[in-house]
C-alpha cells in the first residue's frame, strides 16, 4: 500500500519559514517525479513546486524565489523549504508523486501565516 505522510505544517508569523517532509513508503521513489500542492480556502489547487527523477525543480510564479524543493532517495522523503512566508500561503500543502500508471498523493499538512 502506497503511503505519502507529510509533517511540518504550523503557525508561524509572516517573514518567517517552515520546512515540509513528505515520507513515501510502497513504492518505488527513485523513478517518480514528486510535487507540492496546496490548496487554499475558496481558491483552485496550486502547483507549488516540482521535481522530476533526475532532480530538476520548476516552481509555480507565487513561491519563485521563497521556497525550494528538494528529494532525498535513500530517506524516500521530498522536502519543501518555505522562507519569507506570507499570509496568502496560508493553505492545506500535500505532496504528489507520479509515475508511469500510478499517482499518489498525501492528506497534507495545513500551514497557516499570520500578519
Known amino acids: 500500500q502506497v503511503q505519502l505522510v507529510e509533517s511540518g505544517g504550523g503557525l508561524v508569523q509572516a517573514g518567517g519559514s517552515l520546512r515540509l517532509s513528505c515520507v513515501v513508503s510502497g513504492t518505488i521513489f527513485s523513478d517518480k517525479a514528486v510535487g507540492w500542492y496546496r490548496q487554499r480556502p475558496g481558491k483552485l489547487r496550486d502547483l507549488v513546486a516540482t521535481?522530476?527523477?533526475?532532480?530538476?525543480?520548476a516552481y509555480g510564479d507565487s513561491v519563485k524565489g521563497r521556497f525550494t524543493i528538494s528529494r532525498d532517495s535513500a530517506k524516500n522523503t521530498v522536502y519543501l523549504q518555505m522562507s519569507s512566508l506570507k499570509p496568502e500561503d496560508t493553505a492545506n500543502y500535500y505532496c504528489?508523486?507520479?509515475?508511469?500508471?500510478?499517482?499518489?498523493r498525501g492528506q497534507g499538512t495545513q500551514v497557516t501565516v499570520s500578519s
Open positions: 521535481m522530476t527523477s533526475g532532480g530538476k525543480a
Open positions: 504528489r508523486i507520479t509515475g508511469i500508471g500510478s499517482d499518489y
